[in-house]
């Protein structure tokens, strides 16, 4: 969990109120948060990743202000209309295609303000933004840009500028090879042919994210008023929520937000979008998980304790809340108004005798036998994008898209666990050479003969990657398994878009197919930007353990 340093000073202006120092100490470990230590004027407290609004003096001060009932209730947020453009080039589609941008003025940045922006925007990028993988936040001072701002793609021989602390101009490949932030997050843009950059009228570079801003147009100082600040990345949504968290932090220390129009080929986006969400409450609900008796009233006075509103049998949501995805996330938040140190223990009224699982068992079994070839096990997402389980792989199967998805980069449930330990492979492609990965996880297909209409299976993937991986490497780890359980299998050829011709079979035991191996097709490699030959198998372990059981 990230770990934040607060001015007690600040939070306590912000909060409205000084509280004795064991008394704060209890109400914001209470809050949901790990209290570390409070030394002198600073506050440092561990914040749980699905709260990232809390990662500043003014995210946390709000919430805790809500939770002691000083400034209960919905905050709502407005930013104002203006003519700042931002256009998105398609150059930029393959390579970081989205921003949300927002411009803030009547600020007045002191050496602690300062140092509260940095803190959140470094927070941001390691947390919320997987440093600067899926997020990158550039803030500027608004003063030195010449409008429109334009965020294009660029050959990497074509961008020369000086980056923050250098004394010289650099090209974009001798920032990656000599600046210090280049040596961190190089690896971002590797293997791209054009880097992004956002441009103003004056083909001033402002930055190149998610790696630099630049020292001549992109350094906010001490007695910086109005700042201009960009997310881009590679889901809109996840942007504007991250925009959002960060544009009313400065809200909160007395500037206001105006909004930037951004342009793209067909359609234009106006940022930040301060709208409140609404989810339906069902109080029968929250009493059946909590064991409570809350009444309406209740639950009203509850959310509003957690900075939420409630209106017509619905909770209001704030704009910089994401991680409220479903009812029981707002039972969370009920819990922790209610207080965990309320609630009375009690036993349940059964009696039982406990005992491990048979197919929890047979899959820690299959995970030793794994571990002992010297795999690491990764654990993946349930959630994915339709692009991940189908274009990137080269099929056409159906997936079972989830209903009223926040997040188009998690809106279908996974066919196959492939997809998911390449991500992994390409996410880690800078590290050293063989990589060794195994999976075991639940896959969801659509059944007839399922009570629900889906079916959930625990699969087994298995993937080595290197200069020198072939079908034999991987074979040899399948068969062993087979082996080891004491059962007999043979694999059949077959032709899959996922896999070379002739290197791809189809894994069968009892005369049932219950799997597929094979050598990863270089087209589906380049769609994960894996540059190292992979051969990979699946095996349906539900199924072969159901063989087993006969």
Excluded at 65 to 83: D, N, Q
Excluded at 263 to 277: G, I, L, M, Q, W
Aim: proline share 4%; with cysteine.
């Amino acid at each position: 969990m990230p770990t934040v340093s607060l001015n007690k000073n600040e939070f306590e202006r912000l909060v409205g109120k000084r509280f004795p120092l064991e008394k704060l100490k209890e109400r914001i470990s209470m809050l949901g948060t790990d209290l570390e230590n409070i030394e002198g004027d600073t506050i440092n407290v561990e914040v749980f990743p699905d709260r990232p609004d809390m990662l500043s003096e003014q995210g946390f001060a709000r919430a805790f202000s809500s939770f002691i009932g000083i400034k209960k209730g919905l905050r709502e947020y407005k930013a104002k209309p203006s003519s700042y453009n931002v256009q998105v080039d398609s150059s930029v589609s393959s390579v970081r295609p989205y921003t949300a941008c927002c411009v803030v003025k009547g600020l007045s940045l002191s050496s602690e303000r300062l140092r509260e922006i940095i803190q959140i925007q470094e927070k941001l990028h390691v947390t919320y933004g997987r440093n600067r993988k899926k997020v990158a936040i550039g803030i500027y001072p608004l003063d030195m840009i010449s409008w429109p701002v334009n965020f294009a793609g660029r050959k990497p021989k074509d961008i020369v500028f000086r980056p923050l602390d250098a004394t010289k101009e650099l090209s974009a490949d001798g920032i990656l090879s000599l600046h210090p932030a280049g040596l961190e997050y190089g690896h971002l843009l590797s293997g791209l042919s054009r880097y992004p950059v956002f441009v103003d009228s004056k083909k001033s570079i402002l930055s190149m994210p998610p790696i630099i801003n630049s020292e001549d147009v992109g350094r906010v100082s001490e007695g910086t008023k109005d700042i201009f600040v960009e997310c881009s990345g590679f889901d809109f949504d996840v942007l504007s929520l991250c925009l959002n968290i960060i544009a009313t932090a400065f809200i909160d220390m007395g500037g206001s937000v105006y909004e930037v129009t951004v342009h793209y080929d067909k359609k234009r986006v106006v940022t930040p979008e301060f709208a409140v969400k609404k989810m339906p409450v069902d109080i029968y609900y929250i009493n059946r998980v909590l064991g409570l008796s809350l009444k309406e009233k209740d639950v009203k006075s509850l959310l509003e304790r957690m900075g939420f509103s409630y209106s017509g049998g619905k909770a209001l949501i704030p704009c910089y809340r994401g991680d409220i995805l479903h009812q029981i996330d707002i039972v969370e938040d009920i819990a922790i108004a209610y207080g965990y140190e309320n609630f009375s223990p009690s036993l349940p009224p059964v009696s039982t005798i406990g005992g491990e699982d048979a197919v929890s068992l047979f899959e820690q079994q299959l995970g030793y036998l794994l571990a002992g070839f010297g795999i690491l096990e990764v654990c993946s997402y349930h959630l994915g994008s339709k692009e991940l389980y189908t274009k990137k792989v080269g099929l056409s199967e159906p997936v079972i898209s989830v209903g009223n998805s926040f997040n188009s980069e998690y809106n279908v449930l996974r066919n196959r666990l492939l997809a998911n330990i390449l991500s992994v492979l390409s996410s880690n492609k800078h590290y050293e050479y063989p990589q060794r990965l195994f999976e075991i996880g639940r896959v969801f297909t659509r059944s007839k003969s399922s009570e629900t209409g889906i079916l959930e299976s625990l699969h087994l993937c298995v993937a080595i990657s290197h200069a020198r991986a072939t079908y034999t490497e991987v074979r040899q780890i399948l068969d062993f398994i087979f082996y080891s359980i004491g059962l007999s299998h043979n694999v059949v050829d077959v032709e899959s878009n996922m896999f070379i011709s002739g290197r791809a079979g189809s894994v069968k035991c009892k005369g049932k197919n219950v799997g597929i191996i094979g050598e990863v097709h270089p087209k589906v490699l380049t769609s994960f930007g894996i540059e190292m030959p992979t051969c990979s198998f699946e095996i349906d372990v539900s199924e072969i353990f159901s063989i087993l059981k006969k």
